[in-house]
């Protein structure tokens, strides 16, 4: 049976085998050779751009973050300048309702001052006028020595009435000054507003009661 299937075998055997075999030339191998190196060079400069685009691209997403960073390092300082004015324009608010509280005390501690040196001017015009009707009742009772005596104490008493008169005189001028020295401040703050209190003006030495700074000054000569 062996020697039987041989036959077969070479049969199908050269049938395998191509009746013709083309080697290829050197000169097509050369070809051969010469394009793949073509597709190797164009490959391996395809590489090269692919790389030096993947490379810009790095470079532009490296940009991109540090734009980001810097736009949020941007706003962040922003918001802690927006922080650093709000707390400035609240201590200035708050100083300037310091201000106004102290500017309505002292308005109101000058009004008191000068209600007490009004009483005080009304005082010393009530003893003077006194001292006056005393000196002309006396003249017809007493002595002359006597009475030149009295005369010289109530020159001295008047002399000391006058120049408390006069130092009550300029203590008023100074306070009225000082009170027209905080209006101008007030103005220059609320020039739109009313005076301290909500209280009409009262600045001008007239409005200080009947006896103005002139009516002193004479009185006191």
Request: hydrophobic share 35%.
């Amino acid at each position: 049976s062996g020697s039987s299937s041989a036959p077969g075998k070479v049969r199908r055997l050269h049938q395998a085998v191509p009746k013709e075999v083309t080697v290829p030339t050197a000169q097509e191998l050369q070809d051969q050779v010469a394009h793949l190196q073509q597709e190797l060079r164009t490959e391996v400069a395809n590489a090269r751009m692919f790389e030096q685009r993947v490379a810009e691209l790095e470079h532009i997403l490296r940009e991109e973050r540090l734009v980001r960073a810097m736009e949020a390092e941007g706003v962040q300082n922003r918001r802690k300048e927006l922080h650093e004015e709000q707390d400035a324009a609240n201590r200035v608010k708050g100083l300037l309702i310091d201000i106004h509280t102290k500017l309505d005390q002292t308005r109101s501690d000058t009004e008191a001052k000068l209600k007490e040196l009004a009483e005080e001017r009304q005082q010393l015009r009530r003893e003077r006028l006194q001292l006056v009707q005393a000196r002309a009742g006396a003249d017809a009772a007493l002595p002359k020595p006597f009475l030149e005596q009295v005369y010289r104490d109530l020159d001295d008493t008047r002399g000391e009435l006058d120049r408390k008169l006069q130092a009550l005189t300029t203590e008023k001028m100074a306070v009225l000054q000082e009170r027209q020295r905080l209006e101008r401040v007030q103005g220059r703050r609320r020039p739109d507003s009313a005076p301290l209190g909500g209280r009409p003006d009262t600045s001008s030495a007239a409005s200080a009661g009947p006896g103005s700074a002139m009516e002193l000054a004479e009185e006191g000569a």
